[in-house]
């Protein structure tokens, strides 16, 4: 019962490291470090535990700038079998309509899978559109926020969702793209071997033309949201400090705080 | 008539949702800018005809309901094609959903399907005033942006909408509008995805709804001392939040993680003890009205976000202010 599992990854600049240029208020992304989106890391340890106990093949997709296959390579020395990548001018600029568009094409051009796998959202555009984007255009059918993937059978999964009052049990008819939480998985570290073989594996990589997509609805012209402005947000908070540094200041400090939470609670 | 401001009313066992009155306040907003009428969307199975009423009465002029049994718990495909149907009969200008497990599923997928242009998760909401088109503004990059997106030639124009970044909007006296069931043929509510079971969280920790967090990090030192915490959150009527490190020790279940790889929140008051204020956990709690620390380390980065703070021993500080809370 092997199955066939894509998972879908981002790379995305290391937030820790993210500067703002102040005087423009733009995001200085040179010498940013990309890292592998690291909620994907999740999605990518999910495939590797469903693989070990169903057996199967795993592709990493992912659509971005040449330096991305840096994100497959990285998947691949984790433990996944192949990787394949989207990148062409076409595709530059695609919001998450767009994105959504040319990866599902990127899926159906694989063909045959079982599950598609998808982070919860990437940690630059922070949007967690595209998974139940992908399932949209392959019209199949989506669950987001899966904690735990309970069982595969030959034509359904069992799985948990993670939502606002508690965790949902579904079932799902296969293929079915599914979004996972971090809940989900333990992300395991690159080991040796796989870094080896990271660097020697062939990774294809796919224009617009080989997936034989519509290019009205890719790039920047494709996508129907626009970014009009960025600022960087102004912290207006003024921050009272208190120390406590015996019993009296002690006194002060928590009689002034309980009075500041209950006076916000009214 | 066609056109006007939408927006997804949400319900959960047959009750509307406060969230589905905080889209009103946006809502009541935009449609006043735009001069046009407020719609709201129900889909659920016998939901309370005075909460539907209640939609009208704290301002919507219409309120469309798909009342069906496959619509009882949220699924994405019979969800979809109801969505669809109004968006089709009714043609919004825009529509808007909350930014919760279901708005931030069904959304994205209707707005492919809708060929719509879709922004996640927004706080801000505006009219541009030459172009009538919708100003979305959200947290972008774990909140070290805000970016404001606009959908120039795509309609239904849709954005999701941060829970608690507005207050629900309150009852007038004395209005009217139009309740409108519609049906849909029931092929269309077929789902491939079935809910199976659902298991409540324990101690009733819901987050997103709380108006009042008390977050704990790893500075309690092990799970032993949590009822500490859970007094103050109960004297307070608060949600206890956690930070990532205190899940990963096992000592809070991961519904309670706040931050990049746990829940966003925006309550009125956060209140964050013995936590650091690391960056991935920053980005779950900046838009909180406001924030109070609680750290030893004078130099913790959370009091540059704290509109109070107390540099203490926290096993000192939170009895200590129990205690002044509950006199
Ligand atoms: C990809 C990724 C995703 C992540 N996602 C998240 C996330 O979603 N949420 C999250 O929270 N983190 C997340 N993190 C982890 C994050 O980097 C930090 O490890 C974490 O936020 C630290 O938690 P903390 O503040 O509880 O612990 P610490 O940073 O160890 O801080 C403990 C604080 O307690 C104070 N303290 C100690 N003892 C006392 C005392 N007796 N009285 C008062 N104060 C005391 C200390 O001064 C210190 O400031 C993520 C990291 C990565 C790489
Ligand atoms: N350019 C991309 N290439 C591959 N996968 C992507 C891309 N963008 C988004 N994804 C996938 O979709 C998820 C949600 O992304 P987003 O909607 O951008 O927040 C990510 O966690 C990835 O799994």
Not at chain 1, 144 to 167: M, N, Q
Not at chain 2, 48 to 71: E, H, S, T
């Amino acid at each position: 019962m092997e199955k066939r599992i894509i998972v879908c990854i981002k790379q995305t600049p290391d937030t820790r490291s993210v500067k703002m240029d102040e005087a423009t208020g733009t995001v200085i992304r040179e010498g940013v470090p990309a890292i592998v989106n690291p909620l994907d890391l999740y999605a990518i340890e999910a495939a590797l535990n469903l693989r070990e106990s169903y057996g199967g093949e795993i592709t990493a997709v992912s659509m971005g700038p040449a330096k991305a296959i840096e994100a497959l390579r990285e998947a691949i020395s984790m433990g996944i079998d192949n990787g394949v990548l989207l990148c062409d001018g076409a595709f530059a600029g695609s919001d998450t309509w767009a994105t959504s568009y040319a990866l599902a094409g990127a899926i159906k051009h694989l063909g045959g899978v079982d599950i598609i796998l998808c982070g919860e959202r990437a940690t630059d555009g922070d949007t967690g559109q595209v998974g139940p984007g992908i399932a949209a255009w392959l019209d199949l059918p989506v669950a987001t926020y899966v904690s735990t993937i309970e069982t595969i059978e030959k034509k359904t999964c069992r799985l948990r969702r993670c939502v606002e009052t508690g965790y949902e049990t579904l079932t799902a008819k296969l293929p079915v793209v599914v979004t996972v939480v971090k809940e989900v998985s333990n992300p395991r570290l690159p080991t040796l071997r796989g870094k080896q073989r990271a660097r020697q594996v062939d990774i294809p990589i796919l224009t617009a033309d080989d997936l034989k997509l519509d290019k009205s609805k890719l790039g920047l012209q494709g996508s129907p949201t626009r970014v009009v402005k960025i600022v960087k947000p102004k912290i207006t908070r003024k921050t009272t400090l208190l120390t406590v540094k015996n019993e009296a200041t002690l006194d002060q400090a928590t009689g002034a705080l309980a009075a500041f939470i209950t006076e916000t609670c009214k | 008539m066609t056109g006007g401001v939408w927006i997804l009313a949400e319900q959960l066992a047959g009750r509307l949702q406060r969230v589905s009155f905080e889209l009103l306040t946006r809502g009541i907003k935009l449609a006043r800018q735009r001069a046009c009428p407020l719609g709201a969307i129900v889909f659920g199975q016998g939901v309370a005809a005075n909460d539907l009423q209640a939609l009208i009465d704290c301002g919507a002029d219409r309120v469309v309901v798909f009342d069906a049994g496959p619509l009882e718990h949220f699924q994405v495909e019979p969800y979809a094609a109801c969505m669809l149907e109004v968006i089709e009969r009714y043609q919004p200008e825009i529509l808007i959903a909350g930014a919760t497990t279901l708005g931030r599923t069904l959304m994205p997928y209707v707005a492919i399907k809708a060929n719509a242009g879709l922004t996640a998760d927004c706080t801000g909401l505006d009219i541009e005033p030459q172009t009538n088109n919708l100003l979305q503004t959200r947290p972008a990059i774990g909140g070290n942006i805000m970016a404001t997106i606009k959908t120039p030639n795509h309609r239904p124009q849709m954005a999701t909408v941060r829970p608690h970044s507005t207050p629900p909007a309150p009852r007038q006296a004395g209005r009217t509008g139009e309740i409108i069931k519609l049906d849909m043929a029931f092929e269309r509510l077929t789902s491939r995805v079935q809910r199976e079971a659902f298991e409540a969280n324990p101690d009733k920790i819901n987050l997103a709804d709380a108006d009042v967090i008390v977050a704990v990090g790893r500075g309690i030192k092990k799970a032993q001392n949590l009822p500490l915490i859970y007094e103050l959150a109960e004297a307070l009527g608060a949600a206890v939040g956690a930070s990532r490190d205190v899940v990963d020790r096992g000592w809070l279940s991961y519904p309670h993680q706040i931050g990049l790889s746990g829940q966003t929140v925006s309550p009125q008051l956060y209140i964050a003890i013995g936590v650091s204020g690391t960056i991935q956990h920053i980005a779950g709690m900046q838009t909180a009205k406001t924030i109070v620390a609680i750290n030893r380390d004078p130099e913790a980065n959370i009091f540059k976000l704290a509109d109070m703070g107390i540099v203490g021993d926290l096993f000192e500080v939170v009895p200590a202010l129990i205690e002044k809370i509950k006199t």
